[in-house]
């Protein structure tokens, strides 16, 4: 993988490839889904980053299809991707870890609340 750092986008289109391969507009669907609507990816902005996740490897294409006059793309994750987003996730949780930590550790003992 590439040294950027993985975008909220990517860390969701990844996550959407996780159980089958999808086209465009299902990894839009199925990123709105899990991000809970926080992530709402336009086609143009999906397209450019998958096209960073194949260039770096943690995607690839699946096939295409015709459908209604058009062809479909499909992509899956590769196995690259898979290992990416586990460190991704890994790192994200250590985060919140470390943060969740230090929030106790800052509370005020009287009100519970932060000082």
Known sequence: MSTRAMTEPAFFILTALLDAPRHGYGIVAEVAELSEGRVRLKIGSLYGALDRLVGDGLVELDREEAWQGRLRRYYRLTERGRHAL?????????????????LRAHRNPITGSSS
């Not at 586990?86 to 230090?102: F, G, P, V």
Request: proline residues 0%.
């Open 86 to 102: 586990d460190a991704e996730a890994q790192r994200m949780a250590a985060n919140a870890r470390l943060a969740s930590t230090r």
